[in-house]
């Protein structure tokens, strides 16, 4: 008996032939296709991570969390010090940004992949190794609270206080942590100075409780203004190390107390090497006032939404102290003059440094860090 062909298969035929006769492109059936329904009609997109995750939009692999990958992306290195000592030892102090701006922490040493003379360094033998930063960098910050007769008339020192407690178990890891209070005085209030003990600072939080402001008043440009100098001062004093000051700031407010204006604050942020964020409480913030102060980030909440805002605030301000890295490896070279280059295996971007090898010998330990002053990290 003569079998004749499915419909569907003539229909194809007919297809391919009118295509010919046109001299159009000759469609093209996808790998395992067999007319027998259940597809979709879309290719399969291919998984180029390579472990079980996705790209993103520009092609940048994530894992399988949707977290970014080391590999295949920009990223923008800031060589801020670096130095290289008998017996053979290179210590790189940097910090690493996407190209995009955005802080880029989590690196790991393996991670890395270190070139002398475009000559790979195997990690092995160099030992490549990611010290502490609390070695090379003194990072700290500023939590300047609004204590006016607002807040206080308000009823929010309660959830001022769980925000705050939320805010010091995140960040007072990698730095060391101030509580500064501003109402309508002229000075500023020190509850807590610079500390990284947690609990110093939980019970200065937990002492706002019966609170009661000298001035009702708000001088907000004013303690801003005075909170930076705070940090200026902080930064003087840390001479053996590479330092870093960070200002948050919280308000339910306006300026009131018109001691320093709204002009002259923002020309003191725009210059000041500092990060600022801010967090705005309520409805009766200037956002677009308040904004342009939080240069590196501002939140807006309503009260009961206070704990979220200060959360990612921590949030960024803990990914810009993990940007920092203090790098150390032993070098195979023994004399002369050489360049190294720094990169992480698959992204575009690098640092470099030129050093002398000269007496470098074995004996090498890349943890042996010598601060600025001469004396040991440890």
């Known amino acids: 008996m003569v079998q004749t062909a499915p419909q569907s298969n003539l229909n194809t035929l007919r297809v391919l032939l009118l295509a010919a006769l046109l001299g159009l492109p000759l469609p093209l059936a996808s790998c395992g296709d067999d007319g027998g329904g259940g597809g979709t009609g879309e290719s399969a997109q291919p998984n180029t991570s390579g472990d079980g995750g996705a790209t993103t939009g520009d092609n940048t692999p994530t894992g399988g969390d949707g977290t970014s990958s080391p590999s295949r992306g920009c990223l923008d290195f800031d060589l801020l010090e670096a130095s290289a000592k008998v017996p053979s030892n290179i210590t790189l102090l940097f910090s690493v940004k996407t190209c995009d701006g955005d802080p880029r922490p989590g690196l790991k040493a393996d991670d890395f992949t270190i070139t002398e003379d475009d000559a790979t360094i195997s990690a092995f033998e160099s030992r490549q190794t990611i010290l502490p930063r609390s070695v090379g960098f003194d990072l700290y910050s500023i939590v300047l609270l609004d204590m006016s007769g607002s807040i206080i008339g308000s009823g929010s020192i309660p959830l001022v206080q769980n925000a705050a407690r939320t805010f010091i178990d995140q960040v007072v890891v990698d730095q060391r942590v101030a509580i500064v209070l501003f109402d309508g005085r002229r000075e500023l209030e020190t509850l807590v ?21 000298v001035d009702p008043s708000t001088n907000l440009n004013g303690a801003v203004e005075a909170a ?56 009766e913030v200037d956002p677009e006032h308040l904004g342009a102060i939080g240069k590196d980030g501002a939140e807006f909440a309503a009260t009961e939404d206070i704990v979220d805002a200060f959360n990612r605030v921590a949030e960024r301000l803990q990914a810009e102290s993990q940007k920092y890295y203090v790098l150390g490896y032993c070098s195979p070279k023994r004399a002369g ?12 971007g690098d640092l470099t440094y030129d050093f002398a090898a000269d007496d470098f010998g074995p004996g090498c330990d890349p943890t042996d860090f010598t601060l600025r002053d001469g004396t040991s990290a440890d």
Do not use: C, W
């Open 228 to 283: 930076l100098s705070m940090l200026d001062r902080e930064a003087r004093l840390s001479l053996d190390k590479i330092n870093g000051g960070s200002l948050i700031l919280f308000t339910d407010g306006t300026d009131q107390a018109s001691r320093v204006s709204d002009e002259a604050i923002l020309d003191a942020i725009d210059k000041t090497p500092h990060t600022v964020f801010a967090v705005g409480l309520g409805e």
């Open 337 to 348: 003059e050489h360049t190294l280059a720094l990169e992480v295996e698959g992204n575009r």
């Open 193 to 213: 100075d610079f500390t990284d003990d947690p609990q110093v600072l939980y019970d200065g939080i937990d002492s706002l409780s019966d609170y009661e402001p």
